[in-house]
């Protein structure tokens, strides 16, 4: 199975702040990578897929880079609704796994 | 407007089978290209995938959790139907499912989830 580390796994930030995640992969896998957004108690939302597609509604503030093994989620500028724990996700191979989550939480 | 929901029971026994009936609208199972997978997520933990079944019926299992689970599919009613025998406490979660679209190589649209809890 394909693992994905995700860094850091939690982070604190203010409204206003840039924000970068990183989610390495333990072997390549092009550029099938996928950024979820999940707040407590709800389901995750997709936000880009094939590493750096905005899904339709998402906010450009966030941008999605990478392929290979190295990818990273960028919050341009942190809005208070941006608060919950991101995940991604690798679609090159079955199973489709997830890294372990990085939390945002307010500083 | 697409949408899942899932259905099952809250409670279950050790050892007993878990069933899982996933229930969409808004798209057919029978398109080429689409997909309807399961997720799970402990309480407080990280989410885990579970399985996938694809438009051609063609089936995909968690390595660690292969021998336990069982996908199907009924394209006329819009379900998808996840088994997972012999479950344990530590099968408490929250169970997804969710759609893998033809456009997205992404699980783009996803159920409320419904929480499993097993206990005696």
């Known amino acids: 199975d394909i693992q994905l580390t995700q860094s850091p796994s939690f982070l604190s930030a203010s409204v206003g702040d840039r924000v970068t995640i990183t989610c390495r992969a333990s072997?390549?896998?092009?550029?099938?990578l996928a950024w979820y957004q999940q707040k407590p108690g709800k389901a995750p939302k997709l936000l880009i897929y094939?590493?750096?597609t905005l899904q339709s509604g998402v906010p450009s503030r966030f941008s999605g880079s990478g392929s290979g093994t190295e990818f990273t989620l960028t919050i341009s500028s942190l809005q208070p609704e941006d608060f919950a724990t991101y995940y991604c996700q690798q679609l090159n191979s079955y199973p489709p796994t997830f890294g372990q989550g990085t939390k945002v939480e307010i500083k | 407007q697409v949408t899942l929901r899932e259905s099952g029971p809250a409670l279950v026994k050790p050892t007993q089978t878990l069933t899982l009936t996933c229930t969409f609208s808004g798209f057919s199972l029978s398109t080429s290209g689409m997909c309807v997978s399961w997720i799970r997520q402990p309480p407080g933990k990280a989410l885990e995938w579970l399985a996938l079944i694809d438009w051609d019926d063609d089936k995909y299992y968690s390595t660690s959790l292969k021998t336990r689970l069982t996908i199907s599919k009924d394209t006329s009613k819009n379900q998808v139907v996840l088994t997972m025998t012999n479950m344990d406490p530590v099968d408490t979660a929250t169970y997804y499912c969710a759609r893998k679209g033809v456009v997205r190589d992404a699980f783009d649209i996803w159920g409320q989830g419904t929480m499993v809890t097993v206990s005696s």
């Open positions: 094939a590493a750096s």
């Open positions: 072997q390549g896998i092009s550029s099938y």
